[in-house]
């Protein structure tokens, strides 16, 4: 089982609409979860960070943590064009070691 | 500005070679990585250092070293006994130890093979 599970896409989206973005993580002790969005040829760039059960919103961005279930979700409303990229899924594994495990990343597109 | 820089951007080798890649952080943080990027593969971990003078493997070590003499620099080594090593080069840090990991990248090195 890979340690942190994304699909790989394309998601296609409508412009307007909400992108849904999923991830899965195989070590139930990981502390800290993160999305960050890539742009082709670039680097990646944080967009958000979750530490606890529940939903996290910042602008139009809910990042939600189910760690029971060992389940990370983005959703993006109000889905603009820039907003076409690659989204990684990040994992910190434990609070005395900060291994930091990334997904494959799902490529969004947003059509016009 | 803080930031980090990665240098050399662009970097062409020969097979047999050794190469470095230079990354330097002037943002005070505790912790870099260094990650590698493969089309449609993701992020994977090389090798990281919490601290000074202290570094850990990743999950794709064999092949490459690193050196954390300073806080502010974590040069990697791209070694002979790297089998395929043409890739994207990201390297990263994170301003607290245990249990964060914002991580903050350069801008990367893309290393090709000749």
């Known amino acids: 089982q890979k340690e942190v599970e994304q699909n790989s896409g394309p998601l296609s989206v409508p412009e307007g609409a909400i992108a849904s973005l999923n991830c899965t993580y195989s070590?139930?002790?990981?502390?800290?979860f993160f999305w960050y969005r890539q742009y082709s040829g670039k680097s990646p760039e944080l967009i958000m960070s979750i530490y606890s059960n529940g939903d996290k919103e910042d602008g139009r961005f809910t990042a939600q943590l189910n760690k029971a279930s060992q389940y990370v979700s983005l959703l993006i409303r109000d889905s603009q064009p820039s907003d076409s990229a690659t989204y990684l899924c990040?994992?910190?594994?434990?609070?005395?070691?900060?291994?930091?495990?990334f997904g494959k990343g799902t490529r969004l597109h947003i059509l016009p | 500005d803080g930031g980090i820089t990665q240098s050399p951007k662009y970097l062409f080798r020969k097979e047999g070679q050794n190469v470095t890649l230079s990354c330097e952080q002037n943002?005070?943080?505790?912790?870099m990585y260094w990650y590698r990027q493969d089309p449609g593969q993701g992020l994977r971990l090389i090798y990281y250092?919490?601290?000074?003078?202290?570094?850990q493997k990743g999950d794709i070590a064999e092949g490459y070293s690193v050196s954390r003499e300073k806080k502010e620099s974590f040069p990697l080594t791209v070694t002979s006994a790297q089998k395929n090593p043409t890739a994207f080069y990201l390297c990263?840090?994170?301003?607290?130890?245990?249990?964060?990991?914002?991580?903050?990248f350069g801008e990367g090195s893309r290393l090709t093979v000749l």
């Open positions: 990263a840090s994170s301003l607290y130890r245990g249990g964060t990991g914002e991580l903050f």
């Open positions: 990040a994992v910190n594994k434990g609070s005395r070691d900060d291994k930091i495990i």
């Open positions: 070590d139930r002790g990981s502390q800290s």
């Open positions: 250092s919490q601290i000074v003078n202290d570094f």
């Open positions: 943002l005070n943080h505790d912790a």
